[in-house]
């Protein structure tokens, strides 16, 4: 009796260790959903400019310790530029973009991105407590030697201070294809305050036409931690004049059947 109570007991064990390893075994790897990249001559060589979008479908995780990997071949298939991008951390069921340059010695005639896997971090609060970065009055202006150069502001919806985010500012088509990106960094964001940005976004080909521009900001790190204590210090009421009109005398509750009085 005695063992059969200690097998029985063995079995539900192991079924909950394999319950609690079970979504952690499940994650989804992070998915390059876009990038594009240019190649501008230069007096140092040639300067490589790329942007990408990293997609994380996991809706509780974060992605840690993320690093791209850019490499540049020429014509013949020899490597001519390689570089290590360090990537902030991907928020729960968002995305991640990121931009950067790099010069290269040989003209580059394919350019790759890859990017090494996620390390996973469940997050310490609900989904909905991680609320976005705005950014307003957002302009971008064309330049005499081709660049764009975008600027706006940025607000921080969190009761405490931001010390550090990126803005990136990704420019599209009219048929929403990525053709390039750009990014800066704006430090001490604090509530109420609405610092101003500006990048400068290289390489996009004369021949293309930018119709529109994204800006997405998020927190500085490779790790979750930034976001989570903003998070954690709570947020900004959306709400917070007090109502100056005189209540209705009666609720107007769902209840109500025609005829009643008003």
Not at 124 to 131: E, G, H, I, L, T
Not at 159 to 179: E, F, I, N, T
Request: proline share 7%.
């Amino acid at each position: 009796m005695r063992i059969t109570v200690l097998a029985l007991a063995a079995l539900f064990l192991t079924g909950c260790s394999g319950e609690e390893q079970a979504p952690t075994a499940q994650l989804k790897p992070l998915a390059l959903a876009e990038q594009a990249s240019t190649v501008v001559k230069s007096d140092d060589g040639y300067v490589v400019n790329w942007a990408g979008v990293l997609s994380n479908d996991n809706p509780w995780h974060f992605g840690e310790h993320v690093v791209a990997t850019v490499v540049g071949r020429d014509s013949k298939g020899a490597e001519v530029v390689r570089m290590d991008q360090p990537l902030d951390a991907v928020p729960p069921g968002g995305k991640l973009a990121f931009t950067g340059q790099a010069v290269a010695d040989g003209k580059p005639a394919k350019v790759t991105i890859e990017y090494r896997p996620a390390q996973w971090r469940q997050a310490a609060r609900v989904v909905s407590a991680f609320k976005p970065f705005r950014t307003s009055r957002v302009q971008s202006l064309r330049q005499k030697d081709g660049s764009y150069l975008v600027m706006g502001t940025v607000a921080n919806p969190y009761r405490m201070p931001a010390s550090s985010l990126v803005v990136s500012a990704l420019l599209r088509d009219s048929a929403g294809k990525l053709l390039g990106g750009g990014s800066a960094f704006v430090d001490d964001v604090k509530t109420g305050t609405t610092p101003r940005f500006i990048l400068t976004v290289d390489g996009v080909p004369s021949s293309a036409k930018v119709a529109r521009t994204e800006t997405v900001v998020r927190t500085w790190g490779s790790t979750a931690r930034p976001y989570e204590e903003l998070a954690l210090g709570g947020a900004v009421p959306v709400h917070t004049v007090k109502p100056t009109t005189e209540p209705f005398l009666r609720d107007r509750a769902p209840q109500a059947m025609p005829g009643d009085e008003h």
